[in-house]
């Protein structure tokens, strides 16, 4: 049947994409360079095993969710409820460019609000706990959210379809620019550069810095891959810039 078969091929995306990023991250940091990055640690310490244990267990159930809402994203864009095309590059490589980054733009603010909305007093227990029980986080904690939280963090693709064309290359680059960013932010250890925060492209991108502060003081840095949104509504940890030069001061 069409909705199993599409069904499949989500899961196995949405599951890989996982497991890739956030094993080959974790077997960077954690394993083979665990000396190097000992210094960085933003937490001082590693998350345990039985929280890795969890984090995985969470991100499974959610890579099904993900994976269901993905499914009828496919079926829906075929039944021309939502603005998806499963061929590529049919409107050209400059949209394909503004479709990816309009997904990732986007994609941002989506996260801010719904994400600061769930740490509201009333939702935060029944959505966002999940998530919040690593507090110092490793990679595997990526796709570590309640199933609540997961549908949530999913809807953002079928809602932005509703008015945003985009085909099935935009869709791959922005989930591998979306997966890639969320394990740096989860690494435990900082991966950028000494002197990033106050470099002339710290206005690009947060750090790991940026959101391991968010696993231990959970009501700032409230963003996912611009420091925007916490500048304009003044939610950036007050000691952001401070934490990022103290654990990148030992030289790796
Ligand atoms: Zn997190
Ligand atoms: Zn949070």
Known sequence: MELARVWAFTFAWDLGRYLVAAGALFAVVWVFARPRFEPRLVGKRWAS???IRREIRYSLSTAVIFSLVGAGVRLGGRAGVFRFEESVLARGVAYEAFATAALVVLHDAYFYWTHRAMHHPRLFRLVHRAHHLSHDPSPWAAYAFGPIEAVIQAAYVPLVLLVLPADELAL??????MIVRNVIGHAGAEMFSRGFVRGPLAFLSTTTTHHALHHRRADVNYGLYFPWWDRWMGTTHPAYEATFEEV?????
């Not at 791959?172 to 620019?177: E, I, Q, S, V």
């Open 248 to 252: 990148t001061r030992a030289k790796t």
């Open 49 to 51: 095993a039985k929280d």
């Open 172 to 177: 791959f680059l922005f989930l591998a620019f």
